[in-house]
């Protein structure tokens, strides 16, 4: 099928990606995607979506992040991604180091550069529907609304549905150094992307090299972590596996034979056809069968598997089969164990016999790795004297706790959440002893409140008594929060039809997320447009390098912030009345662009903030004086560069 589609808007490119979704479902493949990656609004997306990553920030071998792009004229921006996706040349990613789990060992990780990046976005916008209407449904690794608590439930209710009480936990040696590209391609090209082009860009991203302390390193093999398209690709390669796995059992070709999947199933069993489930997350997965026996032969399958089709091998040391009831299994930080059979009396008298139970426990050295880094960000407050920079430091505590409980709440929690409270309350008192001893008289102060009347995090923290460290600025208490308010809580299986490329899809994931559609971008031209190039016609005061790509990408943001309504008059805008007004003129170019900065107003209110008429007095007076100050550089900065009302306004 040729992709043959013209794209004028974030909407219309939504609704193509939709539609590639739903052929690709039918088993048709594709051609004419190279056009598709390349126009100007999937550009845009790929450069709002990187925009928005931490990562923009971390710069490649150039030395460039993402402000230096969104300096530039918005387009000669896309001329230059343009230019650069048809003589495509990519510059070797720079190799970099990250603790790989608590093992002592390094992970290396390769960054592009931001250019790069914005083309292998591109790259993934486009193909990622395709490849995922025809991804295994439980493979739940780096895929759009799916996490490791999805995969943790399957695990789960397969052991308590199944009594599958023997695992193969599987290790493979080196995963991403040891893809094979030209397998890779086969793979991704069996999947649906016939358009040669897409496979060269793809091809040059594989092959782009490695520096590593200014030496060139070729990539023969491998995918490099760190890199926008690699996972997407990891995933492409090992989807074969899955599906193997899954014939042998849950997916077999009797499947179409029969009415349903458990008539076929059940003749599976009639023939001597054990159950095998697989669940994989990335490169870990984990296989489930009732036996030893049944999971010693699959195992030894999958080595010779592994070894001819794809060209990896399994780590002897680290694939294993493991008896649940005997020992738990280590997964994605948790711990599994399963509790024997065990007979009890029921209602009428009679002995019966419990199914396998399984339980899902925080892994203890998985938690305490990223525990101590909370105590190290406490045990800071010690060196820090402002007040409300340890404000900051107490709320940037707070983040990692809240952030680590609602990764581990998830399970059977509550004793270690306790555990954790009872050694993070015995830093606090230690560090808030050494802050505060010598204060009045050698005295310490009870620098202890109940949680109810901290001023961080109000709806956390509401009806609970239990004392909690605090500091007091500017009247407020600033307090350091607790594990086992976050609560714990049940991840159910992921529901298969919720998918970003179907409107039903993403209605499921805005009811099982609780949050709000967001609103799409419009795309804001005129009359805006023809204003700033009437101003720039005129004067060198109105210079073009204000209105560059970042102002055109967030002035979008400030509209759907603002909901398309006049800042000064509360009343709708029509988009061909629109204007969007600099806040603060007098800001560096590298941050007069940011959303904070932008106000959308009419046409008329914007030429009264610039204005000099008296204005009267009222509610819309009020702001149009506030305005004007902040335009004439009156509002001076807040202290410290804090904002400090942000921090404690946080729930």
Same mark, same amino acid.
């Given at each position: 099928?040729?992709?043959?589609?013209?794209?004028?808007s974030?909407?219309?490119?939504k609704?193509?990606?939709?539609t590639?979704?739903?052929?690709?479902?039918e088993?048709?493949?594709?051609t004419g995607?190279?056009e598709?990656?390349?126009?100007?609004?999937?550009?845009?997306?790929a450069i709002?979506?990187?925009?928005s990553?931490?990562?923009?920030?971390t710069?490649?071998i150039?030395k460039?992040?993402?402000?230096?792009?969104l300096?530039?004229?918005r387009?000669?921006?896309i001329?230059?991604?343009q230019?650069?996706m048809d003589?495509?040349?990519?510059?070797?990613?720079?190799?970099?180091?990250?603790?790989?789990?608590?093992?002592?060992k390094?992970?290396?990780?390769?960054?592009?550069t931001?250019?790069?990046?914005?083309?292998?976005?591109?790259?993934?916008?486009?193909?990622?529907?395709?490849l995922?209407?025809?991804?295994?449904?439980?493979?739940y690794?780096?895929?759009?609304?799916?996490?490791?608590h999805?995969?943790?439930?399957?695990i789960?209710?397969?052991?308590?549905?199944?009594?599958?009480?023997f695992a193969?936990e599987?290790?493979?040696?080196?995963?991403f150094?040891?893809?094979?590209?030209?397998?890779l391609?086969?793979?991704?090209?069996?999947?649906?992307i016939?358009?040669?082009?897409?496979?060269i860009?793809?091809?040059k991203?594989?092959?782009a090299?490695?520096?590593?302390?200014?030496?060139?390193?070729?990539?023969?093999?491998?995918?490099?972590q760190?890199?926008?398209?690699?996972?997407?690709?990891s995933?492409?390669?090992?989807?074969?596996?899955?599906?193997t796995v899954?014939?042998?059992?849950?997916?077999?070709?009797?499947?179409d034979?029969?009415?349903t999947?458990k008539?076929?199933?059940?003749?599976?069993r009639?023939?001597?056809?054990?159950?095998?489930f697989?669940?994989?997350?990335?490169d870990?997965?984990?296989?489930?069968?009732?036996?030893?026996?049944?999971a010693?032969?699959?195992?030894?399958m999958l080595?010779?598997?592994?070894?001819h089709?794809?060209r990896?091998?399994?780590?002897?040391?680290?694939t294993?089969?493991?008896?649940?009831?005997?020992?738990?299994?280590?997964?994605?930080?948790?711990?599994?164990r399963?509790?024997?059979?065990? +007979?009890?009396?029921?209602? #009428? &008298?009679?002995? =019966?016999?419990?199914?396998?139970?399984?339980k899902?426990? $925080?892994?203890?050295? /998985?938690?305490n790795?990223?525990?101590?880094?909370?105590?190290d960000?406490?045990?800071?407050l010690?060196?820090?004297t402002c007040?409300?920079?340890?404000?900051?430091?107490?709320?940037?505590?707070?983040s990692m706790i809240?952030g680590?409980?609602?990764?581990?709440?998830?399970?059977i929690c509550?004793?270690?959440?306790?555990?954790?409270?009872n050694?993070?309350?015995?830093?606090?008192?230690?560090?808030?002893?050494?802050?505060?001893?010598?204060?009045?008289g050698?005295?310490?102060?009870?620098?202890?409140?109940?949680?109810?009347?901290?001023?961080?995090?109000p709806?956390?923290?509401?009806?609970?008594?239990?004392?909690c460290?605090?500091?007091q600025?500017?009247?407020?208490?600033?307090?350091? +929060?607790?594990?086992?308010? #976050? &609560?714990s809580? =049940?991840?159910?299986?992921?529901?298969?039809?919720?998918? $970003?490329?179907?409107? /039903?899809?993403?209605?499921?994931?805005?009811?099982?997320?609780k949050?709000?559609r967001?609103?799409?971008?419009?795309?804001?031209?005129?009359p805006?447009?023809?204003?700033?190039a009437?101003?720039?016609?005129r004067?060198?005061?109105y210079?073009?390098?204000?209105?560059n790509?970042?102002?055109?990408?967030?002035?979008?943001?400030?509209?759907?912030?603002?909901?398309g309504?006049?800042?000064?008059?509360?009343v709708?805008i029509?988009?061909?009345?629109?204007?969007?007004h600099?806040?603060?003129?007098?800001l560096p170019?590298?941050?007069i662009?940011?959303?904070?900065?932008?106000a959308?107003?009419?046409?008329?209110?914007h030429?009264?903030?610039?204005?000099?008429?008296?204005?009267g007095?009222?509610?819309?007076?009020k702001?149009l004086?506030?305005?004007r100050?902040k335009?004439?550089g009156?509002?001076?900065?807040?202290?410290?560069?804090?904002?400090?009302r942000?921090?404690?306004?946080l729930s």
């Amino acid at each position: 099928m040729r992709v043959d589609i013209q794209v004028e808007s974030e909407y219309a490119l939504k609704s193509v990606l939709d539609t590639l979704y739903k052929h690709s479902k039918e088993g048709k493949s594709f051609t004419g995607l190279y056009e598709l990656i390349k126009n100007e609004h999937t550009i845009i997306t790929a450069i709002h979506n990187i925009k928005s990553n931490k990562g923009s920030m971390t710069a490649g071998i150039d030395k460039k992040v993402v402000n230096h792009y969104l300096q530039m004229p918005r387009e000669k921006l896309i001329r230059t991604i343009q230019s650069a996706m048809d003589n495509y040349n990519p510059m070797p990613v720079r190799r970099r180091y990250i603790p790989k789990g608590n093992t002592g060992k390094m992970r290396p990780l390769g960054i592009p550069t931001i250019q790069d990046r914005i083309i292998q976005e591109c790259t993934r916008i486009v193909i990622e529907p395709i490849l995922e209407a025809k991804f295994y449904p439980h493979s739940y690794g780096f895929r759009p609304y799916r996490s490791t608590h999805h995969a943790m439930a399957r695990i789960a209710s397969l052991i308590n549905l199944g009594e599958y009480r023997f695992a193969i936990e599987g290790d493979i040696k080196s995963y991403f150094d040891n893809i094979d590209h030209s397998l890779l391609l086969r793979k991704v090209q069996k999947l649906g992307i016939l358009d040669r082009r897409v496979l060269i860009l793809l091809k040059k991203m594989l092959k782009a090299g490695i520096m590593e302390e200014n030496k060139y390193e070729e990539s023969l093999y491998g995918s490099p972590q760190g890199g926008i398209i690699s996972p997407l690709l990891s995933n492409a390669y090992l989807n074969d596996f899955d599906w193997t796995v899954s014939s042998w059992y849950e997916n077999n070709y009797l499947t179409d034979k029969y009415a349903t999947a458990k008539n076929a199933r059940r003749k599976l069993r009639q023939i001597g056809c054990e159950p095998v489930f697989i669940v994989r997350y990335a490169d870990d997965w984990v296989i489930l069968t009732k036996t030893r026996e049944e999971a010693e032969r699959r195992l030894k399958m999958l080595h010779k598997y592994f070894k001819h089709k794809l060209r990896l091998t399994l780590s002897p040391d680290k694939t294993v089969i493991t008896d649940l009831t005997e020992k738990p299994m280590t997964f994605l930080g948790f711990d599994i164990r399963v509790d024997k059979p065990r +007979t009890f009396t029921g209602r #009428t &008298g009679k002995l =019966r016999k419990r199914k396998l139970t399984c339980k899902v426990y $925080p892994n203890p050295k /998985k938690l305490n790795m990223s525990f101590r880094k909370i105590l190290d960000k406490i045990k800071t407050l010690k060196t820090t004297t402002c007040d409300y920079q340890r404000a900051v430091v107490i709320e940037e505590a707070n983040s990692m706790i809240i952030g680590l409980s609602q990764y581990y709440n998830k399970s059977i929690c509550s004793k270690m959440f306790s555990s954790l409270d009872n050694k993070l309350f015995k830093v606090c008192h230690y560090t808030w002893k050494y802050m505060f001893f010598n204060q009045n008289g050698g005295k310490q102060d009870n620098l202890t409140v109940m949680a109810k009347e901290l001023a961080n995090r109000p709806s956390r923290h509401e009806g609970y008594t239990t004392k909690c460290h605090a500091i007091q600025v500017e009247g407020l208490w600033i307090g350091v +929060t607790k594990f086992f308010m #976050t &609560g714990s809580d =049940r991840v159910k299986n992921f529901n298969q039809e919720m998918t $970003p490329y179907t409107i /039903k899809g993403r209605e499921l994931y805005d009811q099982s997320a609780k949050k709000k559609r967001r609103l799409h971008r419009p795309p804001l031209y005129n009359p805006d447009s023809f204003r700033i190039a009437k101003h720039n016609s005129r004067s060198k005061k109105y210079s073009l390098r204000k209105y560059n790509f970042e102002y055109f990408m967030n002035r979008e943001y400030a509209w759907n912030r603002d909901k398309g309504k006049c800042k000064i008059c509360d009343v709708d805008i029509l988009l061909s009345e629109y204007h969007c007004h600099h806040i603060d003129p007098n800001l560096p170019l590298d941050k007069i662009n940011k959303v904070s900065n932008l106000a959308i107003v009419h046409q008329k209110c914007h030429e009264l903030i610039h204005g000099t008429e008296d204005i009267g007095e009222g509610k819309i007076a009020k702001k149009l004086s506030k305005y004007r100050e902040k335009l004439k550089g009156k509002i001076k900065g807040k202290r410290s560069g804090i904002d400090f009302r942000s921090v404690v306004n946080l729930s």
